[in-house]
């Protein structure tokens, strides 16, 4: 970053600048105040900004600590600072991890290329690679993508590479780089043109809640089978339809309201019966008489479109309790105080 300019820095620009500018030491102990994701956000602007004139530091002291005094000259940023205050803040093991993941984001996502590829023809060319290969690409992949991706797999192929997501941890980024560039030889053909952590379960919920329901269950069946306990985690940290019957009477009202009637009558025509109840408890009793009704009139309706229906109530759920209207329980994660 060349030419710089408090104006047109953002915060956390400015508050590289002020670690830049205070010095290694200083800047290493208030590192040590900061969350890892926080510190690799910082120290990814530090490397990225290299020299910080003087009229800089001024303004960014006065911001932050309202002082009238700055030393003059020029304070130098750059990779080797941000590795010594990042050795003096976490120790040097863990400031070569951070330095690492810099790397990598500076270079961009890995497999950011497959992105713009045909999801079924990219499933195809995967489809003999090994499910790890196959699980560490897609977990780097949009989440919208990687799913189509696991759909277009073969089922046995699915529930192994899921697994795979669930329990990958961190992945050198060597090993990254080395699959990418196979990749990019490979499937060069297919394109229509973070050191990071490599999936995880919260990478596999991102997946799931792409997915539709019949490839979900595939993928859940799977990890019942062969990580039970990574089953019952992925559980906890995702919502389906069938998980409706823990919410409480308010919760479910409230989602009654932005339901769409076509969408709640497909969806309770594969429900069990106590889902249904339960619905049926938060309506009117005139509105039940009429839902009863429909249901009992409705013909044959492919499992298709039952879960693409449930599929949509759940994205009501979901934006509901991302605006915290409502209250999903998350097993023992989350107290509730009513």
Do not use: W
């Amino acid at each position: 970053m060349s030419d710089l300019s408090h104006l047109s820095l953002n915060g956390r620009q400015k508050a590289a600048a002020l670690l830049i500018t205070l010095g290694r030491e200083s800047a290493s102990q208030i590192l040590k105040h900061f969350e890892d994701d926080e510190i690799e956000q910082l120290t990814y602007e530090i490397t990225q900004m290299g020299r910080v004139p003087g009229g800089v530091k001024e303004a960014v002291l006065e911001e932050c600590y309202n002082m009238s005094f700055v030393s003059e000259g020029v304070a130098l940023g750059g990779l080797d600072y941000a590795r010594d205050m990042l050795a003096g803040a976490l120790g040097g093991q863990k400031a070569q991890e951070f330095i690492e993941r810099v790397r990598v984001r500076a270079q961009g996502a890995p497999f950011d290329f497959l992105n713009d590829a045909d999801p079924a023809q990219l499933a195809n060319s995967l489809k003999h690679e090994h499910p790890q290969t196959i699980a560490l690409i897609v977990s780097h992949l949009k989440a919208s993508m990687a799913a189509n991706v696991i759909a277009n797999l073969e089922e046995n192929l699915q529930g192994e590479v899921a697994s795979r997501v669930a329990i990958m941890d961190r992945v050198s980024p060597d090993v990254i780089s080395e699959v990418e560039a196979g990749m990019k030889t490979k499937l060069s053909s297919l394109l229509t043109q973070d050191y990071a952590t490599s999936g995880g379960v919260a990478s596999l919920v991102s997946i799931l809640h792409q997915v539709d329901r019949s490839t979900e269950k595939v993928i859940m069946d799977a990890l019942d089978e062969t990580q039970p306990a990574v089953a019952e985690e992925v559980r906890q940290k995702m919502f389906v339809f069938e998980n409706i019957i823990t919410l409480d009477d308010r919760a479910i009202q409230r989602i009654l309201r932005d339901v769409d009637n076509k969408d709640l009558l497909l969806a309770l025509k594969g429900a069990s019966d106590e889902v249904r109840n339960l619905i049926f408890r938060n309506l009117s009793k005139r509105a039940v008489e009429l839902l009863k009704e429909d249901l009992a009139i409705m013909g044959p309706v492919r499992l298709r479109n039952v879960e693409e229906a449930q599929q949509r109530i759940v994205n009501v759920i979901r934006q509901l309790e991302a605006a915290e209207e409502i209250v999903v329980s998350r097993g023992g994660e989350d107290e509730i105080i009513t």
